[in-house]
């Protein structure tokens, strides 16, 4: 079972920028997956955004298409979610997760896709 720890959470203004952090100890996701995934005060675990091992391919929720970018470190052990022009319905707590086996291109935007989570981190954004 892969450990992932995430890091970056906080409190901003709405339009500003935070990047979150999520790192794979003792394993990597060159032939997986990656996302992050969030959870608002009273709603359901959506998802945000993945990216693919063997070729960084992204994925987005339309919620965050053009605002957020999910990338990953050469060693494919950390990944990592930018989030400009933040607004105050991204408050959530923000969730990262890992994949050991591969996605289809335009696959694993489901909670079910993956296999290891991290404990959350909180992003506020005030209006």
């Known amino acids: 079972q892969v450990q992932l720890v995430e890091s970056g959470g906080g409190l901003v203004q709405a339009g500003g920028s935070l990047r979150l952090s999520c790192a794979a100890s003792?394993?990597?996701?060159?032939?997986?997956?990656m996302g992050w995934f969030r959870q608002a005060p009273g709603k359901e675990r959506e998802f945000v955004a993945r990216?693919?091992?063997?070729?960084?391919?992204?994925n987005y929720a339309d919620s965050v298409k053009g605002r957020f970018t999910i990338s990953a470190d050469n060693a494919k052990s950390t990944v990592f979610l930018q989030m400009n022009s933040l607004m105050p319905e991204d408050t959530a707590v923000y969730y990262c997760?890992?994949?050991?086996?591969?996605?289809?291109?335009?696959?694993?935007?489901?909670?079910?896709?993956?296999?290891?989570w991290g404990q959350g981190t909180q992003v506020t954004v005030s209006s």
């Open positions: 990216i693919r091992g063997i070729d960084d391919t992204t």
């Open positions: 003792g394993r990597t996701f060159s032939t997986g997956a």
């Open positions: 997760a890992y994949r050991r086996a591969s996605c289809s291109l335009y696959g694993c935007s489901a909670e079910s896709a993956f296999g290891s």
